[in-house]
């Protein structure tokens, strides 16, 4: 992969910071994911799509974080 442009790492740096690992963004994706589930059936697969927008974006700069022996991605 290669090296991440400034703009890209300040975007990854504001998602990690965002949505960075630990307890709190945890209960909030919980919160977020049962909130989905009670949508109408109708409604249910925008809010999906969010959901795993969100998850699919923090791995991904997690993994590139480790990729590059930078450890997190701090903003």
């Known amino acids: 992969m290669a090296a991440l442009t400034d703009e ?3 975007r990854a740096g504001a998602w990690a910071k965002v949505f960075e690992d630990g307890p709190a963004t945890t209960v909030v ?3 977020m994911t049962v909130f989905v589930d ?3 059936e109708t409604q249910q697969a925008g809010g999906a799509k969010l959901l795993l927008y969100i998850l699919r974006q923090r791995s991904r700069l997690r993994r590139a974080a480790r990729r590059n022996g930078k ?3 701090r903003g």
């Open 8 to 10: 890209q790492t300040a």
């Open 29 to 31: 994706l919980d919160d």
């Open 38 to 40: 009670t949508l109408p």
């Open 71 to 73: 450890g997190a991605l």
